[in-house]
């Protein structure tokens, strides 16, 4: 007699599986309209502060103190760029870092494990949903940043989106530990908000990290996505940056490199964890 | 003769008002990342801002001479501190006070306990008593935390007049805190209404910069938001050797928000609890 397995697994299975886990995610964030709004306007009420904080110190010359430390006077655009990309720190803290935890919560998780595709497609679905729901939220942010504050781009847009493809693979690859780490954590919240604005913080994503104190430095330093940052801003601002741009994205490449597949792996780790204790229905 | 099993006395009334806020403090001990996460945020939240405010001023600090001729004082870090503290203050009572009655209607507990025969404003007073605990110990922890951590000393040359004023932004805090537990109540998306009024705080109150380089009209605006004065007022006191005489005007407006804010908050209450009895929407969720 010839065993035959109702579902058809193949790539394209896995392709279809992909795209639902990622249209399910897509239909929760258009289901919750006002949710959405706010987090497009939300960084807005952060970044306001920072424009009318600039004002305080412009003198005759502008904004001559900050240009000593970065290269650049124009103050407004080296914030928006720190915002852009820690929206997507953002995203892979809460949106793939709470993926499964949410999940969890609601007490679909176990269900959905039992599904016959790999568990890592999940995260892979996760990830996309997240990734263009954080494009569009990113750019609809600076376009309202840019009719309130204005800003100059004078730097190569390809190059920049090229250098933001491993820094992305990376952030995300990292994202895949987070998820199975907050995962095994019954009250995750304050770690994934203390961890996320550090990260923003330390990368530099709201000032030059020049400025910052010599005992932090070494440990802004020792993070690959200062580099991804500052050679971002480089690119499109014509900052002085820490390292040559292509020493810079060298960095980024590596830490692509090593995070994509130790993410993956930590996350099989957990997940034989979470199977051998039985823990995936409980919170 | 009707008579009621329950026998209703100001004391019960405050018997029933303790349990609730012994409730509250149960419920806050079973969670204490809250307890960690109200000693590290004091000290990271301004931490953007004041970087940000030292990299504008220069390497040698050639720009503070700007920041000097708006407010007074090069001292930027206890600028931006004593802004971030009171809005934090403000923060924190608005996500309780918006998730106090909302994360109960979210339990199914609400409709039951507004049956109970005692006061509705219990249910709210009751757990708003644990709060002001709350951050009445968290303000004197940031207090010690940042004079560790960044050497700002946070209590100036008038002691009294500070607590003054921090008494008046405390009732002022906790009746934007009631008026907004009732708008949740009645809106439910906590999560964005509190995102909307801290914006508006944030932006317009001159947390982390001076009010005077606002454009007139946000200035007009700014004006009319209590946080603004009380920032501005605990700045005066605690960074300049600021006078009761001079202070007078802003106080007086200051005391005219105390008395009127908890009044309204309290009448909003009142008027969602009509509602919600009305529409039967306690149980909605």
Redesign the interface.
């Known amino acids: 007699m010839m065993n035959t397995q109702l579902s058809q697994i193949s790539w394209r299975s896995y392709g279809r599986a992909v795209l639902a886990i990622a249209k399910k995610d897509a239909i929760h964030f258009i289901r ?1 309209p ?2 959405a ?2 987090r497009i ?2 960084p ?3 970044l ?3 424009y ?8 005759p010359e502008g ?4 240009a ?3 290269g650049s006077n124009d ?1 407004m655009t080296f ?1 928006l760029i720190g915002a852009l990309l820690a929206n997507y720190i953002a995203a892979v803290f809460w949106g793939m870092g709470f993926a499964l935890k949410q999940e969890m919560d609601s007490g679909v998780l176990e269900t959905n494990w039992m599904t016959p595709i790999p568990r890592s497609l999940f995260l892979v679905g996760q990830t996309i949903a997240n990734m263009c729901i954080t494009t569009f939220n990113a750019c609809s942010m600076l376009f309202f940043a840019w009719l309130l504050f204005g800003f100059q781009i004078q730097g190569n847009v390809i190059y920049t989106l090229l250098i933001m493809i491993p820094l992305l693979l990376a952030l995300y690859g990292f994202g895949f530990a987070f998820a199975a780490i907050v995962l095994t954590m019954r ?1 995750a ?2 770690l994934v ?2 961890s996320n ?2 990260i923003s ?1 330390l990368t530099g994503s ?3 990290i ?3 104190p010599r005992y932090v430095l070494p440990i802004s330093l020792a993070l690959p996505l200062t580099y991804g940052f500052d050679a971002i801003r480089g690119l499109l601002m014509g900052t002085t940056t820490l390292l040559p741009i292509e020493y810079e994205v060298g960095i980024l490449i590596l830490f692509m490199l090593i995070t994509v597949p130790g993410g993956y792996l930590i996350f099989k780790a957990i997940e034989r964890r979470a199977q051998r204790l039985g823990t995936l229905s409980m919170h | 003769m009707v008579q009621s099993i329950v026998q209703r006395s100001a004391v019960s009334e405050l018997r029933a008002l303790l349990m609730i806020a012994k409730k509250e403090w149960f419920i806050f001990l079973r ?1 204490p ?2 307890i ?2 109200s000693l ?1 945020w004091p000290v ?1 939240f301004p ?3 004041i ?17 000097q001729a ?2 007074g004082t090069t001292d930027y870090r206890s600028f931006i501190i004593i802004g971030s503290i009171l809005w934090m203050w403000m923060n924190a009572t608005l996500w309780n006070s918006g998730m106090q009655l909302r994360e109960e209607q979210m339990r199914g507990t609400l409709e039951s306990n507004w049956l109970c025969p005692i006061w509705r404003g219990s249910l709210l007073v009751g757990g708003s008593l644990v709060k002001v605990l709350l951050s009445m110990a968290t303000l004197v922890i940031s207090v010690i935390e940042l004079r560790i951590i960044y050497g700002i000393q946070l209590v100036g040359s008038n002691p009294g007049l500070l607590i003054f004023i921090l008494f008046l932004a405390m009732m002022i805090v906790y009746g934007i805190g009631m008026a907004f537990a009732s708008l949740v109540l009645r809106f439910k ?1 906590a ?2 209404l509190v ?2 009024v ?2 508006i705080f ?2 317009f109150c001159g ?4 009010i005077e ?2 454009p007139d009209w946000m200035r007009s605006v700014a004006m009319w938001l209590p946080l603004t004065y009380a920032i501005r007022d605990m700045r005066l006191v605690l960074l300049t050797d600021v006078t009761l005489s001079q202070l007078l005007p802003d106080l007086l407006i200051l005391t005219g928000f105390a008395i009127f804010l908890p009044l309204l908050g309290y009448g909003m209450f009142v008027l969602a609890e009509r509602t919600a009895r009305r529409t039967g929407e306690l149980a909605r969720y």
């Open positions: 919750y006002l949710q709004v706010s306007f939300e807005l009420t952060w306001t502060p920072f009318f904080l600039g004002k305080t110190f412009a003198g904004n001559s103190g900050f000593a430390y970065t103050y914030i009250e919240n304050m908000d203390v604005y550090t913080l709201q000032f030059p020049s400025v910052l | 969670y990342s809250w960690i996460a590290i990271l931490v953007g801002y970087f940000m405010a030292k990299a504008l001023s220069g390497p040698e600090g050639t720009s503070l001479t700007d920041f708006l407010t998306e999560n964005a995102f909307l801290r914006g944030m932006i947390v982390s910069f001076p380089v606002l």
